[in-house]
């Protein structure tokens, strides 16, 4: 539904967005993901046409907005990083403005925006002035906006900013909603969300895509390496058996011995499954294994890990 | 409901929804007032040359100050995003906001009918004359509108949208006031773009396709300028 290839975005001189190359199929909902600055809005602004890019290709929904400007705007619903609002006008008549805008026809035009005001929990506001407004209900103005039209793609650049705690899980509810009839790219900085709404994160840092999987892959390969098990043994000894375990690449004891139970940390070697051999190891000396699990990385710590990598990869790049 | 048309109704519904349309109206009127009562007490012709012709000067600086914020505001705000996302063009969008700021011209011009109303009531004044003034001034102010909504598209600061619409004017004006101190072709092309040579006509009552055609030529030209500048400044 959505496919870049190759696509940079040069200020002068400064490249805010360098050859990232993504794809979002159809019914997607794809979280995108940087720190501030990272070119995200960029991204979102290219892919929405309101700017062409340096260099490469955009397309959705099989238009690309360069070329064919008309036909791609009126399959994407936008939200922007700040809520594109004309604080003189009522919650309805923005509503019907932007449905007029988007070439709703007229017979479906009051349908349309009666359900994005309903979706949006906007009804109860719908004669009040845009200006008049607290920061949460005009952007839940801006998020029916970008509904108005059923377009099936929706571009939203940090769709919860700005909203209460009951408000965000309102919006995460609706986000969910559209899922299936949408194919969504939503970007965020807060992690949590991401992880909770979208299958799929890309990862983007200083214009530049740094990783992109899916959400529970992103958060397995990163511990992929590392196990934690509880032991019943004596430390030093079992800390020394492990390590003879060929899959094994390192290993930390957590906790000391208490009450004869030892906590370890094993690292494993890359692209090894350390843990049947662990199991035979411990059987054969007899030493019971009480737990072993596979700690799941939040997608904090990833997010952290690749983007605080990539000024260190940088500088090596350039000596 | 075509992109012409929307962004035309939604133009008019905010001038007409801010306070700076009904000042400007006001001063436009209040000033119009004192130079008919002027120009009726010193010659005593029942003629709307004089108001014209003062009127027109007032022209120069009250419409930078309309047409600022037809796009800097926009910028501003950042609706700029919403109109450039939709499935309109910037032609569209430039014609639509120049056919609503025109519009409220026209409308405060309609509210000056009170003057050729008391001549008519009170004279007998010579009726094409009039009306060919008011198409005259109609034109000239809707080219300057032009203008003002080209500067307009230059940045997103209403004040300097401002200034750079009364520089760009002033120069009309100028122009008009060089063409006397100079002689020969220079002269003959200084009266040609001078926007006062092609207006004066019209208070003596004659309509020449040369210069209506002078001030549909600006009104396209200008126009044609604020659609590019916005396209340009998108690639930047």
């Known amino acids: 539904m959505i496919h870049l290839e190759h696509v940079s975005k040069w200020y002068a001189g400064r490249a805010a967005v360098e050859d990232l190359s993504f794809s979002v199929e ?11 600055g990272a070119g995200k809005t960029t991204t979102m602004r290219i892919i929405t046409g309101y700017m062409p890019p340096s260099e490469g290709r955009v397309e959705v929904a099989g238009f690309d907005p360069v070329e064919d400007p008309v036909a791609a705007k009126s399959r994407i619903g936008y939200l922007p990083e700040s809520p594109p609002l004309y604080p003189e006008m009522s919650v309805l008549t923005y509503l019907t403005f932007v449905s007029d805008l988007k070439r709703v026809p007229r017979s479906q035009r009051t349908k349309q925006v009666e359900q994005a005001m309903e979706r949006t929990g906007l009804t109860g506001v719908r004669h009040r002035l845009i200006g008049h407004l607290s920061k949460g209900y005009r952007q839940r103005v801006g998020i029916a906006q970008a509904l108005l039209g059923e377009p099936p793609v929706l571009i939203l650049d940090e769709p919860t900013v700005g909203l209460d705690p009951r408000q965000i899980i309102e919006i995460r509810e609706l986000i969910r909603e559209l899922a299936g009839s949408h194919t969504v790219l939503l970007s965020s900085h807060i992690l949590p969300e991401v992880q909770a709404l979208c299958q799929r ?9 740094v990783a992109e999987d899916r959400t529970e892959n992103l958060s397995a390969s990163k511990a992929g390496g590392r196990l934690e098990l509880v032991v019943q043994a004596p430390a030093p000894a079992v800390a020394q058996r492990l390590e003879q375990v060929p899959e ?15 906590r ?44 605080t990598q990539e000024p260190a990869e940088a500088g090596e790049g350039s000596a | 409901m075509s992109g012409l048309g929307t962004i035309y109704r939604k133009e008019l519904r905010i001038l007409l929804a801010s306070p700076l349309s009904y000042v400007v109206a006001a001063v436009f009127l209040a000033l119009g007032g004192y130079f008919f009562w002027l120009f009726l007490a010193n010659t005593a012709l029942a003629s709307l040359s004089g108001y014209f012709g003062n009127s027109s000067i007032v022209l120069v600086f009250i419409v930078p100050v309309l047409t600022m914020r037809l796009w800097a505001e926009e910028e501003a705000r950042g609706t700029a995003e919403l109109l450039l996302t939709s499935p309109v063009s910037l032609g569209q969008v430039v014609v639509g906001k120049f056919l609503a700021v025109a519009t409220l011209f026209a409308g405060i011009l309609l509210l000056t009918v009170g003057y050729p109303l008391v001549l008519i009531l009170r004279s007998d004044p010579h009726l094409p004359t009039i009306l060919t003034s008011y198409l005259g001034f109609f034109l000239l102010g809707a080219a300057f509108l032009a203008v003002g909504l080209f500067t307009s598209t230059l940045t997103h600061h209403q004040v300097i949208a401002a200034v750079t619409g009364f520089g760009l004017l002033l120069l009309f004006w100028f122009i008009d006031l060089a063409a006397g101190s100079v002689t020969g072709t220079l002269r ?30 600006v009104i396209a030209g200008f126009l044609f300028l604020a659609e590019r500048n916005l396209e340009r400044r998108l690639w930047g």
């Open chain 1, 26 to 36: 159809e019914g997607e909902v794809v979280g995108f993901l940087g720190p501030n």
């Open chain 1, 201 to 209: 994160v890309i990862i983007i840092n200083r214009g530049r895509l």
């Open chain 1, 248 to 262: 094994v690449a390192g290993v930390r004891i957590l906790e000391p011995e208490t009450g004869g139970q030892v």
């Open chain 1, 264 to 307: 370890l940390q094993v690292d494993e070697r890359p692209g090894m499954d350390a843990r049947p051999a662990i199991f035979f190891a411990l059987a054969e000396a007899q030493w019971p294994i009480l737990e072993l699990t596979r700690p799941r990385f939040s997608l904090e710590e990833v997010f952290m890990e690749l983007v």
């Open chain 2, 188 to 217: 003959q092309v200084l009266l040609a773009l001078s926007a006062f040579t092609h207006f004066e006509p019209f208070t003596r009552g004659l309509i020449s396709a040369a210069d209506v055609t002078y001030f549909l030529s």
